[in-house]
């Protein structure tokens, strides 16, 4: 049995090459920024943020069964694009997949959770500006080398619900967004502010900076 951790170098990731190891296992991993210190294990770089990446490792290795424990935090880059990278790349390649999630997928409205629970909400009431990473990594340098000052509202031009921003990655990714769970936030045990669209208009004026909605920067590939 071959088997290929993805995100090995990490706490369970190194837990699992021991394990896998222990047992016999011919076992690959894979690291971000340094292997992990288990020499049983053949180690391969890769980052799941890259296109190409996942296949290109999955290829060398031709595992039975691929494990991933990716942790990318809140990194939208590593959580959602990089999993499905890996979903798809195993699929491509007709690999078992083992793909770890969190308890944080659920609202924690209609506790306790079983297996046959769907993964989360995507609420219709819960409003906001989403504004693209590049736009907003832009638009704060641009107010670091300048001489303006105050306060600076930088968000995206389109006020869309939680659910209306998940249509429309689905859209743009190719996959069925009547598929999507929805709900509403008030009334639930989900505590925070419900809409919370900022105006930019002053801030606009300001810079030169761009500040795209998400119908524009999430248009179909």
């Known amino acids: 049995m071959r088997q290929l951790i993805i995100g090995g170098s990490g706490f ?14 011919e076992t690959a991993a894979t690291y971000l920024s340094r292997p992990g210190g288990m020499p ?16 290109a490792v999955l290829a060398a290795v031709a595992p039975h069964a ?7 935090g809140s990194d939208w880059a590593v959580t959602a694009d990089g999993a ?37 909400v995507l609420f219709t009431d819960d409003i906001r500006c989403p504004v693209h ?3 907003l990594a832009a638009a704060v340098l641009e107010l670091a ?10 968000a995206g031009e389109d006020a869309l619900s939680r659910h209306e921003l998940g249509v429309l990655i689905a859209r743009r990714d190719g996959l069925d967004a009547s598929r999507l769970v929805s709900g509403r936030r008030s009334g639930s045990s989900v505590p925070g502010p419900l809409d919370v669209r900022l105006d930019c208009r002053a801030t606009r004026q300001r810079l030169r900076t761009r500040l795209r909605g998400a119908r524009e920067f999430l248009r179909g590939r």
């Open 133 to 135: 990473v590049e736009d």
């Open 66 to 72: 691929v494990v991933d424990v990716t942790s990318g």
């Open 145 to 154: 080398v300048s001489d303006e000052a105050g306060m600076f509202h930088v």
């Open 84 to 120: 499905f990278r890996v979903v798809a790349a195993a699929a491509r390649h007709g690999c078992r997949l083992v793909h770890l999630s969190s308890d944080a997928v659920f609202s924690g409205a209609h506790s306790p959770y079983d297996e046959t629970c769907l993964d989360g």
């Open 12 to 25: 369970l990731g190194t837990e699992l090459v021991r394990q896998a190891a222990a047992a016999g296992w």
């Open 40 to 55: 049983e294990a053949s180690w391969y770089p890769l980052d799941v943020r890259v296109p190409g990446k996942v296949d």
